[in-house]
C-alpha cells in the first residue's frame, strides 16, 4: 500500500484536469502537459481532486501508485507554477551568454561549448547564475545535469558549475614535507 498514492491531489483553480484513456493531461496558465498513466492504475476526478486506485494488488502496481501520483502532482504544479534549478558557474573566466542558438559556456576549454535550448525550457543568465525554467520537472532537472557535467566542481578549488547551495568538500591538495 502506498502512503504517498491514498492522498488526494488538489486541483488548484485556473486548472483543467482530464483522464482519456489512461492519458492524464492538465492544462493551465503556463501551459499543456501530457502523460500516459500507468494501465493497472484508475485516475478519478471528483470535486476538485484526483484520486488514484490501484486495479491489482502485485508488488509493481504498488510501486508505480506512488510514482504516478508524485508525477501527476507534478504536472499540475508546473502548469500553475513551474520549476527552476540555479547553476552557478565558480572559476577565473568563467561566464555564461545568452544567444539566439542556445547557451554559450566559458568554463575553460579553448573554445565555448553552446547548449542548445530543448522546447519548453527558458534560460536567463545573471552575472555567475544561470536559471533553468519549465513546465515539466524531468526536462528542466535533465538539461541542468546536462549543463554541469560539462564542468562539474573540481575538489581541490571548487572551479566548475554547481547547482545554488551545493557543497563541495575541499580536499588539502599536495603538503610539503616537513624536514626532521
Do not use: C
Not at 558549475?161 to 626532521?180: C, D, L, M, Q
Amino acid at each position: 500500500m502506498s502512503r504517498i498514492g491514498k492522498k488526494p491531489i488538489q486541483i488548484p483553480p485556473g486548472v483543467d484536469a482530464r483522464i482519456n484513456d489512461f492519458l492524464f493531461s492538465a492544462k493551465g496558465p503556463r501551459g499543456q502537459l501530457e502523460k500516459k498513466v500507468y494501465n493497472k492504475l484508475e485516475v478519478l476526478l471528483e470535486d476538485e481532486k484526483i484520486l488514484l486506485k490501484p486495479l491489482a494488488t502485485d508488488r509493481h502496481t504498488a510501486a508505480m501508485w506512488g510514482t504516478e501520483h508524485a508525477h501527476i502532482k507534478n504536472m499540475i504544479k508546473g502548469v500553475t507554477e513551474g520549476f527552476e534549478k540555479v547553476l552557478e558557474l565558480e572559476g577565473i573566466g568563467y561566464k555564461a551568454v545568452l544567444k539566439d542558438n542556445g547557451l554559450d559556456l566559458s568554463v575553460g576549454f579553448n573554445k565555448p561549448i553552446t547548449v542548445k535550448v530543448p522546447e519548453g525550457i527558458t534560460f536567463r543568465v545573471e552575472k555567475n547564475a544561470i536559471f533553468i525554467n519549465g513546465n515539466n520537472k524531468h526536462s528542466v532537472g535533465q538539461i541542468a545535469a546536462e549543463i554541469r557535467k560539462i564542468r562539474p566542481p573540481e575538489p581541490y578549488k571548487g572551479k566548475g558549475i554547481r547547482y545554488r547551495g551545493e557543497i563541495i568538500k575541499k580536499k588539502a591538495g599536495k603538503k610539503a614535507v616537513s624536514t626532521g
